[in-house]
């Protein structure tokens, strides 16, 4: 009992390392540094930008059309005379939404998936993973796009289409992690004292999920804002006049010899937004990293 | 090696089985018939339409009609494209798609591999800075931005390559490059970890010790362990790949299978989109078996699991 006490405590002791601390080590990257700034830096110019300008983003003006970058047109117009500062920002709205919003559906299906079969374990457990490796053989785009033909175009359906499939690495993370756990001395010694499942599971097992959860989860954000941007480019997601980076990297690609800033403007925003996510990510795994 | 084909073998059956049921499944499930059109045909006609492609039988004959046909190769006619059948346009456009792929999967290897040893070798170097900031570079710039990107430097400024068309050998190079330099980018940075937790080992200590010179403990005594993570990433890559080729093949104008999957996702052509799934996941699931295989050779301690 002794023994079990001691061991709890240095597991308390782990997880309530001062928060102040653990901030400040993961700034002292400079991947997590520039990361965040860059982030935060588009998040903010897509969120509040579009307030401070006079620019519609549907109403078209034809007798425009698409003008160079100007005082008054930023990033100039696309080709419906529409100001592409204001598309981009709003489209940035649409990626960077369904990006966390897939990527809450993702986590929601891959952690209670995943810890459902490593903690039933058995049959149930090979059952569950079974069916895991026999999705993760498809190509996910192939999926997204085959349910976004059969269930219609709609944002909703195309978040929720993306994080259905997103979730499949979170659920063999998560299902090991729970397989490791589930036999610690604490967790057992839990067992024994009449601790029901459900509670088992949320205060000893998820607790320490926690940090695969959130480094999975930072690098899902990229990879879903990629897909969304694949399937808009291929003209199945977003519908016009909405917008996301996707959607309007194709506009673009379409009249780039005539009208490169329709492509440049969208894309620098996409790749800069997916470039500081992956340092963001990178720097998350290497901070939670034991080995280090 | 003859028991672990056998047994990957018995694991990829039924998984063929399981998304071959799935799509049918989905095809009778979708509102509204192939046939709907703007203007009602007439019972007589729907019905001899229904006959033609066996849609008046129950529902189990048509299913094992169906499954049987698959075994077969034969994925049906095509909604769209009267007169032909599914298999016919992939028969005629996947050789393309797949020689487009073999393009992109060398400029993936040749350039993510020797980015990535380069960077293990200056390794805490300035170098390595430069090569690994490459691959993140690579890794922000998919397709659909690096294939215009490219375009738009070297065919409408430069004027070196064609904009569009898969007609000569020039034709190849944008198109491979747009598809594979992403890969290539998560390649180096496989490579380099990889090769970084081999020089660790003792042995490679032992081997520089006895005064190997360093290309060759690269060479013979590094790589091949050092690209298992490699080999194991070929398997999501070419299913990425395939995915890239949809966006590629559509922005290069490529005959090949994956503009013809976005027309047909486009059009509605319900047996197409269904057939090349089925085609496609096939085709995964082999390249997943050679991947197995390939590891399974490289590294033969994995064999026990």
């Not at chain 1, 690609?253 to 492509?263: E, H, M, N, S, T």
């Not at chain 2, 050789?95 to 200056?122: K, M, R, T």
């Not at chain 2, 005594?221 to 559509?250: C, D, N, Q, R, W």
């Amino acid at each position: 009992m002794i023994k079990v006490k001691l061991e709890k405590e240095i597991i308390l002791k782990k997880t309530q390392a001062s928060a102040p601390t653990q901030w400040r080590s993961f700034f002292s990257s400079a991947y997590a540094r520039i990361g965040t700034t860059l982030f935060l830096g588009i998040l903010i110019a897509c969120l509040f930008g579009p307030l401070f300008l006079d620019h519609s983003y549907e109403s078209t003006q034809l007798e425009l059309g698409a003008q160079a970058p100007s005082y008054n047109h930023l990033f100039g117009t696309d080709t419906l005379g529409r100001d592409l500062l204001i598309r981009t920002l709003i489209g940035g709205r649409i990626s960077i939404l369904i990006g966390f919003l897939a990527t809450v559906v993702a986590v929601l299906i891959g952690v209670s998936y995943g810890m459902i079969a490593g903690y039933v374990g058995n049959k149930t457990d090979a059952l569950m993973m079974r069916f895991v490796d026999i999705v993760y053989a498809l190509p996910f785009t192939i999926i997204v796009i085959l349910l976004t033909v059969l269930l219609g175009r709609s944002l909703i359906l195309i978040f929720l289409a993306i994080g259905a499939v997103e979730w499949l690495t979170l659920a063999r993370i998560v299902r090991g992690e729970t397989r490791n756990l589930k036999t610690q001395a604490y967790v057992e010694a839990a067992k024994v004292n009449g601790l029901p499942h459900h509670k088992i599971l949320s205060k000893h097992i998820l607790k320490n999920l926690i940090s695969p959860i959130i480094v999975f989860a930072t690098l899902t954000v990229p990879s879903v804002i990629l897909l969304e941007s694949i399937i808009s480019f291929l003209g199945l997601g977003v519908q016009a006049p909405l917008a996301s980076w996707g959607s309007l990297i194709n506009e673009g690609a379409q009249k780039f010899d005539i009208y490169p800033w329709l492509l440049i403007f969208p894309s620098l925003f996409f790749s800069l937004t997916i470039l500081s996510l992956n340092f963001i990510g990178d720097a998350l795994r290497d901070h939670f990293d034991p080995s280090k | 090696m003859a028991q672990l084909i056998l047994r990957r073998l018995f694991q990829t059956i039924p998984t063929l089985w399981l998304i071959a049921t799935a799509t049918f499944i989905l095809l009778q499930l979708i509102p509204g018939g192939p046939f709907d059109q703007e203007k009602p045909v007439t019972p007589e006609v729907k019905r001899l339409i229904e006959a033609h492609y066996g849609m008046d039988k129950p529902i189990h004959e048509q299913y094992l009609q169906f499954l049987l046909n698959r075994l077969q190769g034969d994925f049906g006619p095509s909604y769209k494209y009267a007169g032909w059948d599914v298999d016919e346009i992939i028969a005629q456009s996947f050789p393309i798609s797949l020689e487009l792929g073999f393009y992109a999967l060398l400029v993936a290897l040749f350039v993510g591999v020797p980015l990535g040893i380069l960077a293990a070798i200056y390794h805490g170097k300035r170098m390595e800075t430069l090569f690994m900031g490459l691959a993140l570079i690579g890794i922000c710039l998919p397709a659909f931005v690096l294939g215009p990107l490219l375009l738009l430097v070297f065919s409408t400024e430069l004027g070196w390559f064609n904009t569009f068309g898969w007609n000569t050998p020039s034709d190849r190079v944008l198109p491979a490059l747009t598809l594979g330099l992403f890969y290539a980018a998560f390649v180096a940075r496989l490579t380099r970890s990889g090769t970084l937790d081999v020089l660790k080992n003792p042995y490679i200590q032992t081997a520089r010790a006895k005064g190997l010179k360093e290309h060759r403990i690269i060479l013979v005594h590094t790589l091949k362990v050092a690209l298992s993570p490699v080999v194991s990433y070929l398997g999501p890559a070419v299913a990425g790949m395939i995915s890239g080729s949809f966006v590629v093949e559509t922005l290069f104008f490529i005959p090949g299978l994956g503009s013809f999957f976005v027309n047909s996702a486009f059009n509605r052509d319900d047996t197409m989109v269904m057939g090349t799934v089925l085609f496609y996941a096939a085709l995964i699931l082999l390249f997943n078996l050679i991947v197995d295989l390939l590891h399974a050779w490289m590294n033969p301690r994995t064999q026990r699991d």
